[in-house]
């Protein structure tokens, strides 16, 4: 059974920084591109970085680059996305999502990252 378990939310003032970590479990870890969304309350999900199977490629959303970095471990299992300079407007729920194989990009299409998500974790930026 596939599970995606999200970490590392919570209340941080504008201009902070938060680690979110997305641990896989169930599946075959090096297979898997992983990608970060979010949702705000009463707005669609949207893509906030995506990394491929093998690491080498990573797709960040515009309104977010260079502020954001994913990253992944093998050995943990665990996909990580840094945020720094965070912003009010980046309040929202975060999840991760699993799709077999390759990505080329991080646009969310419901289609395509249709499978295996996890159940997000909240990030609350004050001003």
């Known amino acids: 059974q596939v599970e995606l378990v999200e970490s590392g939310g919570g209340l941080v003032q504008s201009g902070g920084s938060l680690r979110l970590s997305c641990t896989a479990s169930g599946l075959t870890f090096d297979d898997y591109s992983f990608g970060w969304f979010r949702q705000a309350p009463g707005k669609e999900r949207e893509g906030v970085g995506c990394i491929s199977w093998s690491g080498r490629n990573k797709y960040y959303t515009d309104y977010m680059k260079g502020r954001v970095t994913i990253s992944r471990d093998s050995a943990q299992s665990t996909v990580y996305l840094e945020m720094n300079s965070l912003k009010p407007e980046d309040t929202g729920t975060y999840s991760c999502?699993?799709?077999?194989?390759?990505?080329?990009?991080?646009?969310?299409?419901?289609?395509?990252?249709?499978?295996?998500w996890g159940q997000g974790t909240q990030v609350t930026v004050s001003s």
């Open positions: 999502a699993a799709v077999e194989g390759s990505i080329s990009g991080c646009e969310y299409d419901p289609l395509f990252w249709s499978d295996k």
